[in-house]
């Protein structure tokens, strides 16, 4: 079957290292390495290009989150590796111990602490940088013309620039000295270009203030990076567990193994997923699914690791390991997600390439052409040079895509959507149609008992007691609805037998019953036309028919429906209102189906459809309307999710295999969420744009003055970093989530996350 084609990798550089998907994991035999400057899209590039004439590495897997980057490599390739990197100006730090899901997360979450000694660190060498630089601007003015004090102020100066730029330098000259043009090398140029010509007051000042922006930059990005990781915090290191004697133990969650039985008293955090065994409560589980509401829970209900458990005290089995919990795979799926570039990301990588260069040559241009063209002097005009390549830096235009699409993600993760990369979050925004599965995604899935009533006169208390007791005994869902939706006292079942296809049948009270469908009523001739017709009704309105006879005559008449969910009335009509069309795709009759859509408000429903009916139904779709999406739980659901342009899976009750197959799940099998990512799509998407349009807007605005008017380095600097700042600032407005459907929804999940 045709399916859609994720971006590759290889669309930011022709190494073939670069073809190597984002979201593939080190393979077995691979390596690790920390790179703490390592902190964006555009640095990440020059690894990549520093790594792409080495022969041996088969895949790189970079992790900007965590400042990582996985290699997998033969023997002698390693050491070649490293030393490139190193010689393209970073330094990676092997990683030792266990590779796995919950280690990565766990050493990302320590991180956020030596980060804040890091930064703890970095400002006070900066405090240090700007008040040296400050002592030359003023003995500039201030001291006299002499020799001395020139040299005093040359070497304050100096000091300031070591001390703020010296990382600064090494890059840029590494950079410099492989031909490539990135912020370090402009900068390096361009403050070295000031020293010389004798403005080094302004170039220690313009360096410290570089830095300075710089840090609080990273810093800004790292909230957005930082995002999902934080959630790692929720789930408790160690477990209150049942020990081999009865006994309660604290164990570290990681040496919990599966099976075990673990306790959390009323106020605490589940330590890892599991079935409870023992207790009720409420759980608020905001921090995984996104719901806003506690849910109710008792033994038989799933609970998962990092949510709260609000009321009673519960037991639980252990289903999954630490290192497999939900959230920890949210994680790590997140992380995944933002190793990946979104289409503006990699339209912006491919300008920033172009861009610098020409900005460059324009620098140059104007050094040499102006003394003619406008009258300046050789120094003048070095210095309106100067000042352009400082402008001319594509840091904000580089760093608007990426931290506005992590932000995105992570506003997604947080309302229990899990998206699996900017492509995704990009592609959303133009859905035309949406197809929506019927069972669980549109309807609960479960069948329940909505009307019944006697028949022929009956008794009917006595009918009650009778259709009760021998639905009791059978395991079919139907035969449960109406057991379930019987209260009441039950009757010893004798001579009981199940009647395939058609029903079950025994003695109750010495009555011989039969608890059956149409057709095994039909086929004993009990089927009169007034019956007939009170069962079409039924059955016009989507509902399971059961009936209770006794001999040669009906009892009672039984129906059972799988009603929609509460949300999917809401659901239909927020697609509506974005523009985006509903169709109900099943397997179900066209009745049911129609019946089910009718009560939704979906127009366009199509029933008797299997798994190669529902692809098809999907291609329909797309050469009907445009980019479709799939909405599903099921394994016959799977063909369609991943034949679709975006495929959504209903992940608290869906299938592996829908969720793998999905580009989008979502948690809480809300529908409702559907909306909310093409809502959180559109707003992704102007976000960008507006970045993009801020970061060149300005930079236009002050190429202008640079060339024609009186721009300093001053104010090269404050447009550069400025801008940078402006965009980050923009694009960490995403992580104040996305528009609820229900103002009382959206209060109780801020609350959560507060």
């Known amino acids: 079957m045709d399916t859609k084609t994720p971006p590759k990798e290889a669309d930011c550089c022709s190494s073939a290292v670069c073809a190597v998907p984002a979201t593939a994991d080190v393979p077995v035999g691979g390596r690790r390495f920390r790179i703490p400057t390592m902190d964006c899209s555009a640095e990440e590039a020059e690894v990549r290009r520093a790594l792409e004439p080495i022969l041996g590495i088969r895949s790189l897997n970079f992790q900007l989150t965590a ?41 990302g979450h320590g991180e956020l602490h030596d980060q804040d000694h890091d930064l ?40 300031a620039i070591w001390l703020a730029g010296l990382d600064v330098y090494k890059k840029g000259m590494a950079a410099l000295l492989r031909a490539k043009l990135n912020i370090n090398a402009l900068m390096s140029v361009a403050v070295t270009g000031a020293f010389l010509i004798g403005q ?95 849910v109710d829970k008792a033994p038989g209900d799933q609970v998962f690791a990092g949510t709260i458990n609000e009321t009673g005290e519960l037991e639980f089995r252990v289903t999954a390991s630490a290192s ?36 460059f040559a324009l620098a140059v241009a104007v050094a040499l052409l102006t003394p003619f ?27 608007s895509t990426p931290v506005t699409v992590v932000s995105g993600l992570a506003a997604g993760a947080r309302r229990g959507i899990l998206i699996k990369g900017g492509t995704y979050l990009e592609t959303a925004r133009s859905l035309k149609t949406v197809a929506l599965d019927k069972t669980g995604t549109i309807t609960e899935g479960k069948p329940k008992l909505v009307e019944w009533r006697t028949w022929n006169g009956g008794d009917e208390a006595l009918a009650k007691r009778l259709a009760a007791s021998l639905a009791s005994r059978s395991d079919h869902p139907v035969s449960q609805a109406i057991a379930a939706g019987l209260d009441g006292e039950r009757a010893s079942v004798e001579d009981f037998s199940a009647l395939p296809g058609r029903g079950v049948q025994g003695k109750v009270d010495g009555n011989q019953l039969l608890l059956g469908n149409h057709r095994a ?82 127009e366009d429903a199509r029933g008797d459809l299997l798994p190669e009916a529902k692809l ?37 009750a869906g299938t592996d295999t829908a969720m793998e197959a999905a ?49 300093t380095m001053w104010m090269a600097v404050f447009a550069d970093m400025g801008a940078s700042l402006l965009v980050v600032g923009n694009g960490l407005r995403l992580m104040r989530g996305v528009h609820d459907t229900s103002t009382k929804a959206a209060a109780h999940v801020e609350q959560a996350h507060a």
Not at 535 to 560: C, M, N, P, Y
Request: hydrophobic share 50%; proline share 4%; glycine share 8%.
């Open 200 to 294: 080094w007051p302004e170039a220690a000042m313009v360096m410290a203030l570089y830095a300075i922006a710089e840090l609080i930059e990273a810093r800004a990005v790292d909230r957005a990076r930082n995002a999902i990781k934080g959630l790692l915090a929720l789930a408790p290191e160690e477990a209150l567990m049942q020990t081999a004697d009865g006994q309660w133990q604290l164990t570290p969650v990681a040496q919990v193994p599966l099976e075990a039985t673990v306790r959390i008293k009323p106020g605490e955090r589940v330590s890892l997923d599991g079935v409870i065994t023992k207790g009720t409560s409420a759980i608020n589980q905001a921090p995984v699914t996104g719901e806003s509401i506690p």
């Open 521 to 602: 009523v039909h086929e004993r001739g009990l089927c009169g036309p007034e019956l007939e017709a009170e069962l079409r009704q039924h059955e016009k309105q989507g509902r399971t028919v059961t009936l209770l006879a006794k001999d040669d005559v009906v009892l009672v008449i039984f129906a059972v429906a799988d009603t929609i969910k509460e949300t999917s009335r809401q659901a239909i009509a927020d697609l509506k209102a974005l523009g985006v069309t509903p169709v109900m795709l099943t397997g179900d009759n066209l009745a049911t189906a129609q019946a089910i859509a009718a009560q939704a408000g979906i």
């Open 663 to 711: 580009d989008v799940v979502i948690m809480n099998d809300d529908v409702r969420r559907v909306a909310e990512t093409v809502r959180l799509s559109r707003r992704t998407h102007a976000v960008l744009w507006q970045n993009i349009t801020l970061a060149l807007g300005i930079k236009a605005v002050f190429l202008v003055l640079a060339v024609f008017g009186s721009a």
């Open 373 to 399: 063209l406008l009258g300046l002097t050789w120094l003048e005009a070095l210095y309106k040079a100067l000042v352009l390549l400082v402008i001319a830096c594509p840091c904000a235009l580089v760093i």
């Open 120 to 159: 703890g660190a970095g400002v006070a060498r900066l405090a240090l940088a700007l008040g040296v630089a400050v002592a030359a601007e003023v003995t500039e003015f201030l001291a006299p013309e002499t020799l001395l004090w020139k040299l005093v102020g040359m070497a304050l100066a100096g000091v």
């Open 616 to 652: 098809e139904a999907i291609k329909d779709m797309q050469a009907r309307y445009g980019a479709t999406g799939m909405t599903g739980d099921g394994i016959n659901d799977a063909p369609a999710l991943a034949q679709a342009d975006i495929g959504f899976a209903m992940g608290g």
């Open 67 to 107: 400042r990582t980057l996985g290699i997998d490599a033969s023997d002698d390739a390693f050491p070649l590796a490293l030393e490139a990197i190193k010689k393209a100006g970073f330094h990676p730090e092997p990683i030792v111990g266990p590779d796995t899901v919950e280690a990565q997360a766990r050493e």
């Open 324 to 359: 497999n919990t939900t959230l920890a795979r949210i994680i790590h799926a997140v992380e995944q997600a933002q190793g990946t570039r979104a289409p503006t990301q990699r339209f912006v990588d491919r300008f920033a390439a172009i861009y610098t260069p020409a900005v």
